[in-house]
RNA sequence: CGGGGUGUGGUGUAAUGGUAGCAUAAACGCUUUGGGAGCGUUUGGCCCGAGUUCAAAUCUCGGCACCCCGACCA
């Protein structure tokens, strides 16, 4: 992509009416825009981290059996009013023309439920295994901290349906794993712990996966030998120490909770009637676990751990673009060569964004880059043309390296 | 929802009752090109409404919006 042609600019100066840095760092980058408290537009730079972060989420959950489907997100009264929650304080509601009553959907249980209910009779047919990756709506009473708590916001959410507490026990293992899997390829391995939560009525525990940095919301207790996380209402039930290890140095950290899995149980099978005749011939209830991810908030947190000083420095799986291709200097030989490289980057499929503008400074065109945290920055520029070789430099690393053109396409490849 | 704060060109700010100013961005021209470069010209603004006053960005009241702390967040 060429950067001239983004319709989205950068913004020289912190704006005003933003505290968080994902906010602050992802408003001046151009990736989103504020609509109000609360309600962001991703535009084109973070659309794409988005989708790269929603491929990585899909690839996982495919991985693992998970079966794709799009839910509406206007919801019926009747579902909730079959589970007791129509009068749940965070939900959205509306009223038709004709006096109907709506909800947008904050969680999907109740379309889900009655949904696989519809096509599950016998054992034979579970386990069930459905997401979605779609808008929820949660009526906060107070939005804050850019992308980390908002009210409209992407989520993947993942129900699985099972005969009995074992299956649920083990495929509910299997998320967990899947669920590193991700953070680990958003760059998040060495910062997110699972964390024990209560696990409300369903469950002894529920688990949260949380990502620890100085700018965090929420406060964890990290178990120094095991490395499980405990949140407030776990270590004072426990006595202050470690369940799994008996462990008592305990580390309070501040952590953004980026995902969460539970045990539904029966909850939501019993209020929809979800039974199933099993082998021995009973009538027997559907167990359910539910399993959640947010994109907004995941692309917030990455950006709280993965910033310097002067910007964003994308982690490589999710970044926009691999490479920031920048030329220097209006000299025609300098264009033609830099825009040679542009096409055989891409025809190498190495996604690119070309810094082509012609009327910027230098140290404009150098600070755009810094902010908008592309892992690989290449330069063209009559110093670099008069060793034939282009500039190549990492956002996370201060060295640079030369490389001759007529290698650059190769050792781009090969190493990034 | 309780508390605190803030609303001035696209962005960041100044003016505290008396001519709305500066920087930056944008447009045009020329120069310039390894860390937001220079000169000149130009465009564009007081959140909304009511009130006080000779006079309101400034004071009062109401509304709206945004930020921060807390509570809330199966």
Redesign the pocket.
């Known amino acids: 992509m060429r950067q001239s042609q983004l319709f989205v600019k ?11 840095i994902n906010a602050q760092l992802l408003i001046r980058g151009g990736f989103i825009d504020k609509l ?3 309600v962001y537009s991703y535009l084109p730079l973070g659309f794409r981290v988005l989708k790269k972060i929603e491929n990585i989420i899909r690839e996982e959950m495919d991985m693992i059996g998970g079966q794709e489907v799009f839910l509406p997100a206007l919801l019926p009264k009747a579902n909730w009013l079959q589970t007791n929650r129509w009068q749940y304080e ?1 939900m959205f509601k509306l009223k038709s023309r004709g006096g109907k009553d709506y909800s947008l959907g904050w ?1 999907h249980e109740e379309v889900i439920t009655p949904l696989v209910k519809k096509f599950v009779n016998s054992y034979k047919d579970l386990p069930v295994y459905v997401y979605q990756i779609q808008n929820k709506f949660r009526d ?6 850019g992308l980390l ?1 908002v009210i409209e916001f992407i989520m993947k959410d993942f129900y699985s349906f099972h005969k009995n507490e074992k299956d649920l026990d083990k495929y509910y293992e299997e998320v967990k794993e899947a669920y590193f899997k991700i953070f680990k390829r958003c760059g998040l391995e060495k910062q997110t712990f699972l964390t024990l939560a209560s696990g ?1 009525t369903f469950s002894k525990y ?1 688990h949260e996966f949380q990502t620890i940095t100085p700018y965090g919301e929420d406060q964890i207790y990290l178990c120094q030998k095991c490395k499980l996380g405990l949140n407030k209402e776990i270590i004072e039930k426990e006595n202050y120490q470690c369940p799994k290890c008996k462990n008592k140095n305990l580390k309070i950290e501040k952590a953004i909770e980026v995902g ?1 899995i ?1 045990k539904l149980m029966d909850k939501f099978s019993k209020a929809f009637k979800f039974t199933f005749k099993d082998s021995d011939g009973k009538e027997k209830i559907v167990l359910m676990g ?1 399993y ?1 991810i947010g994109l907004g908030r995941l692309m917030g947190a990455i950006i709280e751990v993965y910033h310097d000083s ?1 910007g964003i420095i994308w982690p490589k799986e999710i970044a926009p673009f691999k490479v920031h291709l920048i030329q ?3 000299e025609r030989n300098i264009e033609e060569i830099t825009e040679k490289i542009y096409e055989n980057l891409k025809k190498a499929k190495i996604e690119v964004l070309y810094d082509d503008r ?1 009327e ?5 065109k ?3 880059c ?2 908008i945290g592309i892992p690989t920055r290449i ?1 063209i ?4 043309l008069e060793k034939k070789s282009a ?1 190549i430099k990492k956002r996370a690393q201060k060295k ?1 390296k030369l490389i001759k053109l007529n290698q650059l396409i190769n050792y781009v490849q090969h190493n990034f």
């Open positions: 950068t913004l020289k100066e912190t704006v005003k009416d933003e505290k968080s109000m408290a609360g965070e969680t906060e009473l107070r939005s804050k901290s708590r409300g529920s969460n539970f539910c959640g002067k220097i200097g209006n012609k910027k400074s230098v140290g404009e150098f600070t755009d810094d902010l330069i520029s009559p110093k670099t500039e640079i």
